[in-house]
């Protein structure tokens, strides 16, 4: 299972609570990642990437293992322990503003 | 039970404020989508308990929420969670947060730029709902004016959206600029004698109707003069703040611009100025008494870079000649020291026998009439800074 921990807007948007558990079919990728995780959570469609370009909306960014993976390929193998379920992949919001 | 809801959108979340006709005491639920702005929810005139809300961020984008229940519960009309987002066919299934300009060939290839504030071309991204204007005739319908400005129609009760492109194609749709706050479609007014008839505005374009029920769109700003422009009379670059029309009478338009109160006779065809003896004739918000189509309410704001009343006294003025001539309405209201904002979807009227009239600061207040602006009170305080507020006469 892959974990993946959302903000806490998007974790109200999808009335869950800690961690998402998801299954993904395939290699695990950004992309793979986050098919998964609107097909079990399809009101987040849009919200971590547009809805036409699936591309990362900007002031959203992507975390595994200490790693910032924003500006990475979607389509980039994850590491491993993102695939083992040792670490979650993270979403964050980016903090802007005061 | 006769009664009244309030729906009120602020900056962090949405609130559903009810009374009954009394209007003295007022239960209060919210916040609800805590931490979203929320630029406007409405009911429909058709189905009181269908209420449709806009819930933004500048992180995560739009979402169309609905109730079915008068606002206890709500739901994105898309896909419900759990179920494939896309059809046997591979075919993606309604999602309520998708708003995509029309470029097909058929009806556009439109528009790829307007106007950015420095006059190069920029090209039409989506950011925002910011208005949700229910069908008069089928709760399924709604109308969505969007940033950039842009009209959108759902007829699956929010599920899936379609942009009637026919208003950014029109013509002057590559000279239209964004206002202050962006290049927002604000404003749709629904003609309640013809159902093919709708109006709407955008800041910094102006005023559009359509008679064709969105598939053709003429402006209608004949006669406004805005000082601000290059060429003051142009067809287009008006920052028109709000339209706002009695049902009985909707050939009758009053306007709120970015300085001056306009009104038009002829359904737009035309426009006169009527702001009269008001103090400043800059404000947002303008709307009209329920039953007395010639009595109208505005609150004058200082100027365009001092958002606030003048002198520090927050002061609703009304007319009850169709304009030019315009009373204070004070009583109950801050006379001192009071430096908030109307904003221009935030004034809102009830059509209970003796008319109800509400609006929301950006101080956090919604204030209330019961007596048509006579006299006023809070009947909440402390929200965050209020976007916009909607009144539900319940029978």
């Known amino acids: 299972m ?9 974790r109200k948007l999808a009335q869950v609570e800690g961690e998402v558990m998801l299954n993904v079919e395939g290699p695990v990728t950004q992309r793979s990642v986050l098919d998964a ?53 993270m979403i964050v919001g980016a903090i802007a503003g005061g | 039970m006769n009664g009244v809801r309030v729906l009120v959108g602020t900056r962090k979340g949405a609130f559903v404020l009810t009374s009954d006709a009394k ?10 989508f805590t931490g979203w702005e929320i630029y406007h929810l409405k009911g429909s005139p058709v189905d009181p308990n269908r209420l449709y809300a806009s819930q933004t961020s500048g992180w995560f984008g739009q979402i169309i929420q609905r109730s079915d229940d008068g606002g206890k519960t709500w739901h994105q009309p898309g896909t419900p969670p759990g179920e494939p987002t896309t059809t046997p066919e591979g075919m993606p299934k309604g ?36 208005h949700l204007e229910p069908s008069l005739s089928d709760p399924d319908t709604v109308y969505a004016g969007v940033e950039d400005a842009a009209l959108f129609r759902s007829t699956d009760g929010g599920k899936t959206w379609q942009e009637l492109s026919g208003l950014r194609g029109h013509g002057s749709g590559p000279h239209w600029q964004p206002g202050a706050g962006g290049m927002c479609l604000h404003t749709i007014l629904l003609d309640p004698n013809n159902p093919k008839r709708i109006f709407i505005a955008i800041s910094a ?81 303008i709307d009209v008494h329920a039953h007395e189509p010639d009595t109208i309410y505005v609150v004058p704001i200082k100027s365009d870079s001092e958002h606030f009343p003048l002198d520090g006294k927050l002061r609703v003025y009304r007319s009850r000649t169709g304009g030019n001539e315009w009373e204070a309405l004070t009583k109950g209201l801050p006379q001192s020291d009071c430096y908030v ?29 019961a007596d048509a602006g006579d006299s006023w009170a809070p009947i909440v305080r402390d929200l965050p800074a209020v976007v916009s507020v909607e009144v539900q006469t319940l029978s």
């Not at chain 1, 892959?2 to 998007?10: A, D, G, Y």
């Not at chain 1, 909306?57 to 040792?86: M, N, Q, W, Y």
């Not at chain 2, 528009?111 to 190069?120: C, E, F, M, R, V």
Request: hydrophobic content about 35%; overall charge negative; charged content about 25%.
């Open chain 2, 95 to 130: 999602e309520s947060n998708k708003f995509v300009y029309d470029t097909s060939p058929e009806t556009g290839k439109p528009l790829t730029t307007h106007q950015w504030y420095d006059g190069t071309p920029h090209p039409w991204e989506f950011k925002r709902v910011w």
């Open chain 2, 23 to 32: 209007r003295e005491r007022w239960d209060i639920s919210g916040p609800h």
């Open chain 1, 2 to 10: 892959i974990r993946v921990t959302l903000p806490p807007h998007l």
């Open chain 2, 205 to 285: 374009a102006g005023a559009f109707r359509t008679d064709d029920g969105g598939k053709t769109w003429q402006p209608i700003n004949r006669g406004l003069h805005s000082l601000y422009i290059p060429n003051p009379t142009a067809e287009v670059g008006h920052c028109v703040h709000r339209i706002a029309m009695n049902r009985s009478r909707p050939g009758v338009l009053f306007m709120q611009k970015h300085w001056d109160v306009m009104r038009s006779d002829d359904a737009g065809e035309s426009w006169h100025e009527i702001s009269g003896n008001l103090p400043t004739d800059f404000g947002f918000v």
């Open chain 2, 341 to 369: 904002n109307v904003l221009r979807d935030a004034m809102a009227v009830d059509s209970l026998d003796k008319c109800g009239v509400y609006f929301g600061t950006t101080g956090g207040q919604v204030y209330a009439s």
């Open chain 1, 37 to 89: 995780l609107e097909a079990t959570y399809p009101m987040l469609r849009g919200t971590i990437r547009d809805h036409l370009t699936q591309k990362r909306r900007a002031f959203v960014r992507f975390f595994a293992c200490s790693e910032d993976l924003s500006h990475e390929p979607p389509d980039a193998p994850l590491p491993d322990a993102i695939a083992t379920g040792k670490e979650p992949f």
